[in-house]
């Protein structure tokens, strides 16, 4: 069963190629991808790479955790599964105020 590694530390000229061709060092790599900024598409400095099996998983971590890649010392542990923001929905914690209108008391007084 494939197991998901995440990947921290990388260099912001590290792609999917050269990632997924690092950790073929350590057996099959079935996906890798650098997660990149929607907006800018620059490289966030992580990723995530599924290798084949839990065992080569373990090898991965053991064998490439304070590797060299593009330049950069990496971190490589397991993926956690994400976790849920709380999108949506109204924001716990009262609403804003109206200010005092800074000096001067020009502000308006309710």
């Known amino acids: 069963m494939a197991k998901k590694l995440y990947v921290g530390g990388l260099s912001f000229d590290t792609t999917d190629d050269t990632l997924r ?14 997660v ?3 907006y800018s598409g ?16 373990r090898k991965a971590i053991g064998e490439l955790t304070g ?5 950069r010392m990496i971190t490589v542990d397991e993926a956690r599964p994400p976790q849920d923001r709380g999108g949506g929905g109204r924001r716990p914690g009262g609403g804003g ?14």
Do not use: C, P, Y
């Open 97 to 110: 105020g109206g200010g005092g209108g800074g000096r001067g008391g020009g502000g308006r007084r309710w």
């Open 21 to 34: 061709a690092f950790f073929e060092q350590a057996g099959k790599v079935e996906s890798a991808s650098v």
């Open 67 to 71: 590797k060299t890649l593009d330049g």
């Open 42 to 57: 620059r490289s966030r400095g992580f990723g995530f790479v599924e290798m084949a099996t839990g065992a080569e998983a």
């Open 36 to 38: 990149t900024d929607r």
